[in-house]
């Protein structure tokens, strides 16, 4: 879907309760049954005065096949010996909750999943069919019980995290604990919501059924902050498990610093706000282990990591031609398969192609380069033969803006 994210926060919010996980159990006052057909007081189940029968009225709220209530599915209003009126729905507060009536077809539905833990009363008017009769008003009172554990639809992750200032390449990457069913896409979407100081049009891409990113049609603008917003409290995955949660990251975009790695001439050109910092020489991939190409936004970065052949299937016997076990500094994460930028002690004249696919600076380059990037800066190596996949790491901008936009759940606009 194409969306211009919000400028601003001024949505109603939510009646969410946070809650242990699993389905929702519909509790009815005063009832075992989904159904009542009690009027209100003066409702007019006596003629008054007239010939008419007064109306009745059955509610019944949707259930999966194990007997608990589906937070977004209509309710259904049946009416006997009248016509449907109206209907309403208000938390225990008092506060109305949006939705829509369909009074032909007996059905009221919320604009927004019911929040589970949360009291509910849903009164429905009827009037009767003959004339003389006064109309019959039903009060339904119910809870959507906090679930229990086993069954909720929860996120493994947000990224980037709360209060973070990442560069200007980032998306917004939601993954899931359990598969989201392809049934239950459009309806999750829906609810995670991206709004922005500056306005930007941007669009969700399910890279899998258990993860789906938000980017920009080009880079972030330094300086905008960024609000996602993923309203899943009561949301359904399409798998039997319903949300109980939600969750909210703010972070800002901020200063521009772009690299550019030329694998052919072995360079890497640094920018920042478009204002050249440096020209780095580097290595990258030999013949075999070529670099992953295309734009990578950072991932992380940590002052030493142990990097071994082994751990990306290069090879695992000690001693081999290809084996290598070292603890190695100022090293740049770029993709999960294991590509980053850093500096090598197997490999410290940078200057050719003979890297196992890591982009390879001498030792005080790299100390600088990662004193400079951040998360989410862009890195992008021209000159190899294959772009890495756009969800091996936040590679996301190795897909155009077509692309991208195909993998959302919603038609463009």
Known sequence: MIRTADTGHGRAPRR??????????????????????????????GSGGGDAAPAT?????????????????????????????????????GDPVPGTLNAAGGTWTPSAPLAVGVAYTLSASAAPSG????????RVPFTVET????????????????????????????????????????????????????PVTGAWHWFSSTRADWRPQTYWKSGTKVTVDADLDGVSDGNGRIGVHDYQHSFTIGSDVEAVVDAAAHTMKVTQDGRLLRQLTVDTGAKGYQTWGGTMAVIDKQPQVEMTSCSVGIQ????GPNYYDLKLPWDVHLTFSGTYVHYSTGDTDPGDSTSHGCVHLSLADAKWFYGVVKQGDPVTVTGV????????????FNLSWAQWTAGSTTPTS
């Open 147 to 198: 679930p229990g554990s086993g069954s909720s639809m929860l996120l493994d992750s947000i990224t980037p995290e709360k209060d973070a200032v990442v560069g200007v390449a980032m998306p917004v990457s939601v993954v899931f604990s359990k598969p989201v069913a392809d049934s239950a896409r459009a309806a999750v979407e829906k609810q995670l919501k991206v709004t922005t100081s500056i």
């Open 57 to 93: 009225i059955s509610v019944t709220l949707a259930k999966d096949s194990s007997g608990d209530v589906i937070p977004d599915q209509p309710v259904r209003i049946a009416v006997k010996g009248g016509t449907l009126a109206s209907v309403t729905v208000a938390d225990s507060k």
């Open 316 to 319: 695992c016997t000690p001693g």
């Open 385 to 396: 033969p294959k772009n890495a996949d756009p969800d091996n790491g936040y590679a996301d």
């Open 16 to 45: 969410a309760v946070a809650g242990a996980a699993g389905l929702v159990a519909l509790v009815l006052a005063g009832t075992a049954a989904c159904s009542s057909s009690t009027s209100s007081s003066g409702g007019g189940h």
């Open 131 to 138: 004339q003389g009769g006064k109309p019959t008003t039903d």
